[in-house]
């Protein structure tokens, strides 16, 4: 049987619906890829009783719990102190973490307040994972046969040290030798029930085969993504037995791939331009500015963008990029806006989006509608007209990634 682990998550927020227990779903979804049997996942506020008692609780099942939050310096921080009593060990400072913590002060050129050495507290018996984001030190806290893993609440933090630390110390407990390696493939242009059904002669192979596995992950304006999960004795055989059954699925819906893992519509949007050496103008009207957010959230942008124009009054279309006054729900105006920006910002790729966000209809034209249009360099257009989905965020978010797939699609 595998080894089971449950997830703690302290924080009386997490209680009070101040913020959701994004950590817990996601330190669910690692263990599942890791082939590690998830047994509870309980939140507690900040209590240290309350901790104690779930603590024991989930050790009473669980071969390991991983809690998460309350390893901070301020006084409702209180993680390592209950954890040290199920162990029945005493806290004492690590001056090896102590060190770390003032040097991160020092980087940063700011003054340490002495409570921040609390973080430097460790039960007698408990390993250090090492912090490399935040102050608070993970740790790794054997309770008998079992083990209590410690990470700070912030995300980006705990998914540093349970990716580098705790999915590997559990694979080890395990004695489970094996690789787990995935690959998302991100897809843009179907629905998940249109993929599900182009995709059906490989699932029913992969489901014969019980290895890898295949997903689907419907993510809004990141795609919908198809995560391929492989087991093997080593790195080598899983990547290939990812590489062989990526072409499988790309042989059926290739033509909806737009990258793979890390992979952006806006980053790979930004490279078709890039290694093409176009620069791009953006006109928007339904998203408001969103599609040139998204452009400039990437590092190096501005070698590709040089810019948007948010014209969102029909007079600012008509005036400032000199669409032909008239209805603005249109394929027509959307090349007008496309080429107008292209012109006034001096790009050689015009992209432009107008449409109906809701709440009522325009123009004649029911919620839900976007048109975007593309003018390039040599005086060509080009013009598409969806019907999206969805309440008005979702809908603006959705004509993003539709808008720059379609762009791609068309440099590609
Ligand atoms: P730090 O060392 O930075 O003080 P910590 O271990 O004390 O971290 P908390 O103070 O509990 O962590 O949480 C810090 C922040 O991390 C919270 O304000 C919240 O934004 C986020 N956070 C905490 N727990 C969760 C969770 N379960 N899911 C998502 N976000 C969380």
Same mark, same amino acid.
């Given at each position: 049987?595998?080894?089971?682990?449950?997830? $703690?998550?302290?924080?009386? !927020?997490?209680?009070? %619906?101040?913020?959701?227990?994004?950590?817990?779903?996601?330190?669910? +979804?690692? /263990?599942?890829?890791?082939?590690?049997?998830? $047994? @509870?996942?309980?939140?507690?506020?900040?209590?240290?009783?309350?901790?104690?008692?779930?603590?024991?609780?989930?050790?009473? +099942?669980?071969?390991?719990?991983?809690?998460?939050?309350?390893?901070?310096?301020?006084?409702?921080?209180?993680?390592?102190?209950?954890?040290?009593?199920?162990?029945?060990?005493?806290?004492?400072?690590?001056?090896?973490?102590?060190?770390?913590?003032?040097?991160?002060?020092?980087?940063?050129?700011?003054?340490?307040?002495?409570?921040?050495?609390?973080?430097?507290?460790?039960?007698?018996?408990?390993?250090?994972?090492?912090?490399?984001?935040?102050?608070?030190?993970?740790?790794?806290?054997? &309770?008998?046969?079992?083990?209590?893993?410690?990470?700070?609440?912030?995300?980006?933090?705990?998914?540093? @040290?349970?990716?580098?630390?705790?999915?590997?110390?559990?694979?080890?407990?395990?004695?489970?030798?094996?690789?787990?390696?995935?690959?998302?493939?991100?897809?843009w242009g179907?629905?998940?029930?249109?993929?599900? +059904?182009?995709?059906?002669?490989?699932?029913?192979?992969?489901?014969?085969?019980?290895?890898?596995?295949?997903?689907?992950?419907?993510?809004?304006?990141?795609?919908?993504?198809?995560? $391929?999960?492989?087991?093997?004795?080593?790195?080598? +055989?899983?990547?290939? /037995?990812?590489?062989?059954?990526?072409?499988?699925?790309?042989?059926?819906?290739?033509?909806?791939?737009?990258?793979?893992?890390?992979?952006?519509m !806006? *980053?790979?949007v930004?490279?078709?331009?890039?290694?093409?050496?176009?620069? $791009?103008? &953006?006109?928007?009207?339904?998203?408001?500015?969103?599609? *040139?957010? #998204?452009?400039?959230?990437?590092?190096?942008?501005?070698? &590709?963008?040089?810019?948007?124009?948010?014209?969102?009054?029909?007079?600012?279309?008509?005036?400032?990029?000199?669409?032909?006054?008239?209805?603005?729900?249109?394929?027509?105006?959307a090349?007008?806006?496309a #080429?107008?920006?292209?012109?006034?910002?001096?790009?050689?790729?015009?992209l432009a989006l107008?449409?109906?966000?809701?709440?009522?209809?325009?123009?004649?034209?029911?919620? %839900?509608?976007l048109c975007v249009g593309i003018?390039?360099?040599?005086?060509?257009?080009d013009a598409l007209t969806a019907?999206?989905?969805?309440?008005?965020?979702?809908?603006? !978010?959705?004509s993003v990634i539709t808008a720059l797939d379609f762009l791609r699609r068309r440099l590609g």
């Open positions: 049987m595998s080894l089971r682990c449950s997830v $703690l998550a302290v924080g009386t !927020e997490l209680l009070l %619906g101040q913020i959701i227990d994004t950590n817990s779903s996601w330190m669910g +979804e690692q /263990l599942a890829a890791n082939g590690i049997g998830s $047994l @509870m996942q309980i939140k507690v506020g900040d209590n240290h009783d309350r901790i104690v008692a779930a603590l024991r609780y989930l050790l009473g +099942e669980a071969d390991a719990v991983i809690i998460c939050g309350g390893l901070g310096p301020t006084h409702d921080d209180i993680t390592r102190q209950a954890v040290a009593e199920v162990m029945g060990s005493e806290l004492v400072h690590d001056e090896a973490v102590a060190e770390v913590i003032r040097q991160m002060f020092l980087g940063r050129n700011r003054v340490m307040a002495e409570i921040n050495l609390r973080q430097a507290l460790v039960p007698v018996g408990a390993t250090i994972i090492p912090q490399t984001r935040g102050t608070a030190p993970g740790l790794i806290c054997p &309770v008998g046969d079992k083990v209590v893993y410690c990470v700070p609440g912030v995300p980006h933090e705990m998914r540093d @040290m349970v990716e580098r630390a705790i999915v590997p110390d559990l694979k080890v407990r395990s004695g489970d030798p094996s690789v787990i390696a995935s690959r998302v493939l991100r897809t179907d629905s998940e029930s249109g993929l599900n +059904e182009r995709l059906q002669p490989v699932i029913d192979r992969l489901e014969a085969l019980g290895n890898p596995t295949l997903a689907f992950l419907a993510s809004g304006w990141e795609g919908l993504k198809v995560r $391929l999960t492989a087991a093997a004795a080593n790195q080598v +055989e899983a990547t290939a /037995l990812l590489d062989s059954w990526d072409g499988e699925v790309r042989s059926l819906i290739g033509d909806q791939v737009f990258g793979t893992d890390d992979d952006t !806006e *980053s790979v930004l490279e078709v331009l890039r290694q093409r050496g176009l620069t $791009l103008g &953006v006109a928007e009207s339904v998203t408001g500015g969103l599609v *040139s957010g #998204r452009l400039t959230a990437i590092a190096g942008a501005s070698d &590709v963008l040089r810019g948007g124009v948010v014209s969102y009054a029909s007079e600012v279309k008509f005036d400032l990029l000199g669409v032909t006054p008239g209805p603005v729900i249109r394929e027509s105006t090349i007008e806006m #080429r107008g920006v292209r012109k006034v910002l001096g790009a050689d790729v015009g107008t449409g109906v966000a809701g709440p009522a209809e325009q123009d004649g034209m029911p919620v %839900g509608t003018a390039l360099a040599d005086g060509t257009t019907r999206l989905p969805g309440q008005r965020q979702v809908m603006r !978010e959705l």
